[in-house]
C-alpha cells in the first residue's frame, strides 16, 4: 500500500493507492475521508489499482480553512493522479465528492473511463432540482442522538448502532473544515453545472439513488441523470444517504458491474 500526500495549490492532500491493473479512484462525501471507503477497497484493490484520498481540509490533508472551496477539488484530484502515475481512472464519487468527479470529468474528459454518482448531483442543477432540495431541507427532521447521522437511514441506529456510531466516528477525524464551511462550498454559483454545459458531456455515467435519503431525495437523482444523454440510474429501496456504507455488498457489485463494461 502506498500512502504519499501531493501538494497542490497551497493544500497537502494525502492519498493511498492499493492493488495493480486499470484505475478506480473513490472520492468520499462530507461525513467523511479516505476511510469511508474500508469497504470497497478490499473488494475493488484485489483486480485494480485502487486510489483514495481525502479531500482539502479533511483527514490528513492540509489546507488553510480559508483556502476550502469546492471548485479546487478537480485540481486536487487531477495532482493526486498526476503524482500515482495514473492517466485515466474510473471514478465513483459519494455526495460532496460528486462536485470533485462530475467537474473534473468535464474538464478532463480523456482521463475518465466512466463516472459513478453516488447519492449526488454534483452541483448539476435546475429549477426543478433546486426546488426538491430545498423543499427536503425545510420538512426533514433532526438527526437522533447518539449515532444518528442525516447520512444515514433513519433507522439505521436501531438497527445497527455499531455501525452508525462507526460511521460518525470516523467523520469525527475531520478537524480542520466545519460543516458550515463545507455547504457554502457547495452553494458556491461556480459549483453549479447547467443542461447547456452538459451537451457534449460523453463519459459514461451511473447515477445511483434510494428511497430514504434525507440529503439528496430520489427525485433530484432522477433529474440529474435526465440531464446526461445516456446516464443510467439505479435505485436502492430501505438505505439512506450512504447507500455504500450501508449496504457495502450490493453496492459494489454494482458499481463493479458497471465498471466492467467500461474500464
Request: include cysteine; aromatic fraction near 10%.
Amino acid at each position: 500500500m502506498l500512502m504519499p500526500y501531493v501538494t497542490n495549490d497551497d493544500a497537502r492532500l494525502y492519498y493511498q493507492v492499493i492493488g495493480e491493473g486499470s484505475s478506480i479512484t473513490f472520492a468520499h462525501g462530507a461525513g467523511g475521508n479516505a476511510a469511508s471507503w474500508y469497504q470497497q477497497v478490499p473488494c475493488f484493490s484485489s483486480t485494480y489499482k485502487t486510489i483514495v484520498f481525502d479531500h482539502r481540509a479533511f483527514g490528513r490533508s492540509e489546507c488553510d480553512p480559508d483556502n476550502f472551496q469546492i471548485t479546487r477539488f478537480a485540481d486536487d484530484l487531477a495532482a493526486i493522479l498526476d503524482d500515482a502515475g495514473v492517466r485515466k481512472t474510473a471514478l465513483v464519487c459519494q455526495s460532496m465528492g460528486g462536485w470533485t468527479g462530475f467537474n473534473f470529468s468535464l474538464k478532463y474528459p480523456e482521463r475518465v473511463s466512466c463516472l459513478v454518482m453516488s447519492h449526488t448531483t454534483g452541483g448539476i442543477t435546475n429549477n426543478k432540482i433546486r426546488t426538491v432540495l430545498s423543499d427536503i431541507a425545510k420538512t426533514r427532521a433532526a438527526a437522533t442522538e447518539p449515532f444518528g447521522s442525516l447520512a444515514l437511514a433513519a433507522d439505521l441506529p436501531d438497527k445497527d448502532p455499531v455501525k452508525s456510531n462507526l460511521y460518525n466516528q470516523i467523520g469525527n477525524f475531520n478537524v480542520i473544515i466545519n460543516l458550515d464551511k463545507i455547504l457554502a462550498g457547495i452553494a458556491d454559483v461556480g459549483a453549479e453545472t447547467t443542461q447547456e454545459q452538459l451537451k457534449n458531456f460523453k463519459v459514461p455515467t451511473l447515477f445511483i439513488t434510494s428511497s430514504m435519503d434525507l440529503l439528496m431525495p430520489a427525485d433530484a437523482i432522477y433529474e440529474a441523470a435526465r440531464m446526461i444523454e445516456g446516464a443510467e440510474v439505479k435505485f436502492f429501496d430501505g438505505v439512506g444517504h450512504s447507500s455504500y456504507f450501508e449496504c457495502p455488498d450490493e453496492f459494489n457489485a454494482m458499481v463493479g458491474e458497471f465498471i466492467a463494461k467500461h474500464i
